[in-house]
């Protein structure tokens, strides 16, 4: 007896979609196969598949891959799935092994029809009926049709372009975290900003740098030039350079406002020097972001910064960036302001993207209790997720923040095993909230 039939969809695609091409299925599993690719299967590969679902009992089984691109194969793995895992672009990759019977059961439960979201709310609604299975083996391969580089694809979610597809994929997560018990009214802490801890200095702009001998200077003039109606100060922390990078920090040592932190020997990076430097006792009330390759787009952007933390009265403040080149001619999407955002939700929303936006700034007594965890990836998103978690963040719709892509950056076309470890670990910081706002509505 067959028991398992083939089923195609678009990666974006309508419920009317999803019920056509299930209507007339009715072996126990469908093979899935997502997306216009051309998928070919190594030996005995979908029996695999099969077997490990009657195994474990999965409602979903998906594989890693190899992918073709031009006349290369590369290996193409992906990760598990676990609970934060909630982008809608989490890559499965092109081919899944489904139990019938728990699409009929989700289908069941949809409430609404949708344009673009059915798969995204089909897979969140399939996870809470049982475990995915991932088969860390190679058992097929697909042809790779988006050449983009890793570091232009991840901006996808913020294209304007997109705006509508991304409003359907914030309601299905919504649904989901409605249904799991996670989901946050937008009810918040108060703040009171002047409490606490006597600043001498209102506000410092915090440079963490490792090896960016061409690019720090331009960070540490735009950071240095700017105008305010209060004291203000330049923490640069230099986290073990060996390109010249100090010798470069210690040219504008005639400059009062800088304060240079040469780190010791050790593994401290990106969170761990935004620790140091938040713990100087000269660090200001508000601790301001500003990458080594990036640079602020005018002399007013502090100033905008401070008074947007009293306009709204909240420990957290994120900007609009403008993307560009090394010499800051403009790079598509332009400018990213993340507009998605709200006050009702755009603290739920903040666990299906992949991050919040930039620059940040942060009051620092309550950035001095949470600390950033010390790695060199996501640091900023953990934060920010723990923030929302109890508190308003507030928004410059302004563009005020030059973020410069170029070969050295250091999330520029990385492979496929990094971008897989950065995702397994945002999802995993996903997890982590998730469990925490999951707790925190159960002990209300």
């Known amino acids: 007896m067959e028991r398992i039939k083939n089923v195609f969809l678009p990666a974006l695609c309508a419920s009317s979609d999803i019920m056509a091409a299930f209507s007339g299925v009715s072996t126990e599993f469908a093979l899935v196969i997502t997306g216009h690719s051309e998928v070919r299967f190594v030996d005995s590969a979908v029996e695999r598949m099969l077997r490990i679902a ?5 409602v979903m089984v998906y594989a890693d891959r190899f992918k073709l691109r031009g006349g290369e194969t590369v290996n193409a793995p992906v990760i598990d799935w676990q609970q934060g895992s909630l982008r809608d672009d989490f890559d499965f990759g092109a081919v899944t092994l489904i139990r019938t019977g728990a699409v009929r059961r989700a289908l069941d439960e949809t409430p609404r029809e949708w344009t673009f979201a059915a798969l995204y709310d089909l897979r969140l609604r399939l996870s809470r009926l049982g475990r995915f299975e991932h088969v860390n083996e190679y058992l097929y391969y697909e042809v790779e049709t988006d050449m983009r580089a890793s570091d232009v694809k991840q901006f996808d979610y913020v294209n304007p372009r997109n705006r509508e597809v991304q409003v359907e994929m914030e309601e299905a997560c919504t649904d989901h975290l409605k249904a799991v018990g996670g989901w946050l009214s937008p009810e918040f802490k108060e703040v009171d900003l002047r409490s606490g801890t006597s600043f001498e200095y209102e506000a410092s702009v915090i440079i963490p740098c490792r090896n960016r001998v061409r690019t720090i200077g331009d960070a540490i003039a735009s950071a240095l030039n700017q105008k305010t109606d209060f ?4 923490i640069v922390v230099d986290d073990n350079s060996t390109d010249g990078t100090a010798d470069v920090i210690r040219s504008f040592s005639g400059d009062p406002k800088l304060i240079y932190i040469p780190q010791g020997p ?10 140091a430097a938040i713990s100087h006792p000269d660090c200001g009330r508000f601790a301001l972001q500003l990458d080594s390759d990036d640079v602020y787009s005018g002399p007013d952007t502090v100033q905008t910064f401070v008074d947007a ?9 994120i900007g609009t960036y403008r993307m560009t080149d090394i010499d800051m001619n403009t790079l598509p999407p332009g400018v990213i302001d993340h507009r998605e955002w709200t006050d009702d939700n755009g603290r739920n929303n903040a666990l299906r993207i992949n991050g919040l936006g930039a620059p940040r700034g942060f009051w620092t007594p309550l950035l001095r209790e949470i600390r950033f965890p010390v790695t060199k990836y996501g640091e900023d998103y953990a934060v920010g997720l723990r923030v929302c978690r109890e508190y308003r963040i507030g928004r410059i719709y302004d563009v005020i923040y030059n973020c410069r892509r170029w070969g050295g950056n250091s999330d520029s ?12 670990y945002k999802d995993r910081l996903r997890t982590w909230e998730l469990q925490a706002r999951i707790s925190m509505n159960l002990n209300r």
């Open 309 to 317: 933390f009293y306009r709204d009265n909240c420990p957290m403040v």
């Open 413 to 424: 076309d990385l492979p496929v095993e990094k971008v897989n470890e950065n995702n397994l």
């Open 231 to 234: 004291k203000y100060n330049v």
């Open 266 to 275: 050790g593994y401290h990076a990106i969170g761990g020097n935004w620790n």
């Open 54 to 58: 009657d195994d474990t009992g999965a």
